[in-house]
């Protein structure tokens, strides 16, 4: 595997579902983001983690659970969501966090709640 | 506030060139970058301005003028390919990007 990973790919759930997402990125990076992008909307950035120390919550609800065991892999945990949380969800990481370096973005994962 | 201004949609003929342009209002300005996204996948980086100029590579080229916050994405030859989203994203003075919502490029034969 290179690059950015996200599983799943697509996932439906209900308001009342528990279910979590992964990103795993095999580049060495130091740096992972979460980002929510919704139709006709600019991404929107959510969690930043740099050394597995998460460094930026941005108003995210707290039905939006991140955590980062290592600096390869994130997850972001989601609890009694709501329909207008259907997005899709991407999945980012860069060598330095805040620096010139571009973030390499993860395939997202397509989540419809219902 | 954050604003990231670019067109909607464009269109343009397969072998033309076409320009997307962007400007912005930040809290700070630490560079500005361009990604390319075809539809279902992940973006990818194109290019990266922090200083005023053209910065070219291949047949993608980008500008920046900080003192007038605007940014142009230029693309030449273009080819059926070439259809996708173009975003255009600034780092704030936090180091945070923000992001433009995307230009969708329509290339037609």
């Known amino acids: 595997e290179t690059g950015v990973t996200q599983t799943p790919r697509h996932l439906v759930m209900g308001m009342t579902n528990k279910k979590s997402l992964k990103c795993e990125q095999h580049?060495?990076?130091?740096?992972m983001y979460w980002y929510k992008q919704s139709a006709k909307k600019p991404l929107e950035l959510m969690f930043v983690y740099s050394l597995e120390e998460r460094v930026e919550n941005n108003s995210v609800p707290s039905r939006f659970s991140p955590e980062c065991p290592n600096s390869s892999h994130l997850f972001l945990h989601l609890h009694t969501l709501q329909p207008e949380d259907s997005a899709l969800y991407l999945c980012a990481s860069s060598q330095v966090l805040r620096t010139e370096y571009e973030q390499y973005f993860g395939p997202g994962t397509r989540l419809t709640v219902t | 506030g954050q604003n990231i201004d670019q067109p909607t949609e464009m269109t343009a003929t397969e072998g033309a060139i076409v320009q997307i342009n962007c400007t912005y209002q930040?809290?700070?300005?630490?560079?500005l970058f361009w990604y390319q996204q075809h539809a279902g996948e992940a973006p990818t980086f194109l290019s990266y301005?922090?200083?005023?100029g053209l910065e070219e590579k291949g047949r993608f080229s980008s500008f920046l003028s900080r003192s007038k916050g605007y940014s142009y994405l230029l693309l030449k030859e273009l080819q059926m390919k070439d259809s996708a989203s173009y975003l255009c994203a600034v780092r704030d003075e936090t180091g945070k990007l923000i992001f433009g919502q995307g230009t969708t490029l329509q290339v037609k034969p």
């Open positions: 301005n922090v200083l005023d």
């Open positions: 580049l060495g990076h130091n740096a």
């Open positions: 930040t809290s700070g300005f630490n560079g």
